[in-house]
């Protein structure tokens, strides 16, 4: 599956940004999907995961209240909505895919999981 992500960019402490993910190649509707970041000098993280129903949805402690995460399978997209922006969630954002169908959703919290990522989109959050 091939991810694209768009929506990134310059933003205030404080504010939204709004992140989506289209999917193309493969059935996109029966896939879980996530999110994560990876800020400069740290390591890749889980931000948010989202079963394929939209039914069942995790958070990263960090983002939990802040964040949502949702889906579109019409559109074959994923969105991650972030409000409340902090500079600490200044990283670059990819959008995920699992390596099969099936992949449990318990497990999505795991990079390991993924087998499908996109190019990313830079969020920058000013102080």
């Known amino acids: 599956v091939q991810l694209q992500a768009s929506g990134g960019g310059l933003v205030q402490a404080g504010g939204s940004l709004r992140l989506s993910c289209a999917a193309s190649?493969?059935?996109?509707?029966?896939?879980?999907m996530g999110w994560f970041r990876q800020a400069p000098g740290k390591e890749r993280e889980f931000v948010s995961a989202?079963?394929?129903?939209?039914?069942?949805?995790y958070y990263a402690d960090s983002v939990k209240g802040r964040f949502t995460i949702s889906r579109d399978n019409a559109k074959n997209t994923v969105y991650l909505q972030m409000n409340s922006l902090k500079p600490e969630d200044t990283a670059v954002y990819y959008c995920?895919?699992?390596?099969?169908?099936?992949?449990?959703?318990?497990?999505?919290?795991?990079?390991?999981?993924?087998?499908?990522w996109g190019q990313g989109t830079q969020v920058t959050v000013s102080s």
């Open positions: 989202i079963s394929w129903s939209g039914g069942t949805t």
């Open positions: 190649g493969r059935t996109f509707s029966g896939y879980h």
């Open positions: 995920a895919a699992p390596r099969k169908l099936g992949t449990p959703i318990s497990t999505m919290t795991s990079g390991a999981a993924y087998g499908s």
